[in-house]
């Protein structure tokens, strides 16, 4: 069964640092995996998605991801993270055919 | 393009209750998922829909049900409500089965409050 882990439930980063959030995934096949951020009260927005090709895949809003099979990672990151960061992030995974699988999320906090 | 709506936004209930809860999808769409977003369990799938017909179906109770109209507009019905009940419950939209899991969008939620 596919499944997702975020390590890190909790980040305080401050404003104008950099920011990896992990994300580490169970699957047999080649998982098409993506990035949702969810603000306070609202819907999931995709951030970016993975399918083939470039492991380094960009997306809205500055952030990058790359997806490392070896290590079965697909880590998000952002060289400078903003105040409107702030929400919580969600890494999922599905096989192109199957339901999303989403990790737990991890909360960003920024600090000035 | 209009997003995904789901009416109500928020909903109080009290426990042996039933609600409903509706979802438009985006112009075109014609598959829609549904899922249950609580502190402790995280997102979980619920179940899709794709013309009309129950395509996939989460770990769910079957006081948990669902239906699609012709128009791609979705419904779920959770019948004698319990506590645990109370979550957020997202409903994505997405053009075709298959392929189309690549990317899905969702919509603001149902804020479900079980008393």
């Known amino acids: 069964a596919q499944s997702v882990t975020q390590p890190d439930i909790h980040i305080t980063v401050s404003e104008g640092a950099s920011l990896e959030l992990r994300c580490n995934y169970s699957?047999?096949?080649?998982?098409?995996l993506f990035w949702y951020v969810q603000s306070p009260g609202q819907g999931l927005q995709l951030l970016l998605k993975?399918?083939?090709?470039?492991?380094l895949v960009q997306g809205i809003k500055g952030f990058e991801a790359e997806f490392k099979r070896s290590q079965s990672s697909f880590n998000l990151r952002k060289p400078s993270v903003h105040w409107s960061d702030a929400a919580e992030y969600f890494c999922?995974?599905?096989?192109?055919?199957?339901?999303?699988?989403f990790g737990k999320g991890t909360r960003l906090s920024v600090i000035a | 393009k209009a997003g995904v709506t789901q009416t109500p936004r928020y909903l109080i209930k009290t426990r042996g209750q039933q609600v409903t809860l509706s979802c438009s999808p985006i112009?075109?769409?014609?598959?829609v998922s549904w899922y249950q977003q609580t502190p402790g369990q995280g997102l979980q799938f619920l179940f899709e829909?794709?013309?009309?017909?129950?395509?996939n179906k989460g770990n769910f109770p079957g006081r948990f049900s669902g239906r699609q109209f012709s128009n791609s507009r979705s419904e779920m019905n959770v019948s004698t409500l319990e506590l645990g009940d109370s979550a957020l419950y997202l409903c994505?939209?997405?053009?075709?089965?298959?392929?189309?899991?690549?990317?899905?969008?969702f919509g603001p939620g149902t804020r479900l409050t079980v008393l």
């Open positions: 999922a995974v599905t096989s192109g055919n199957t339901p999303l699988v």
């Open positions: 699957y047999g096949a080649t998982p098409y």
């Open positions: 993975y399918f083939s090709g470039d492991t």
């Open positions: 112009s075109g769409h014609r598959s």
């Open positions: 829909y794709f013309s009309e017909t129950q395509r």
């Open positions: 994505a939209s997405h053009p075709v089965p298959g392929s189309s899991y690549n990317e899905q969008f």
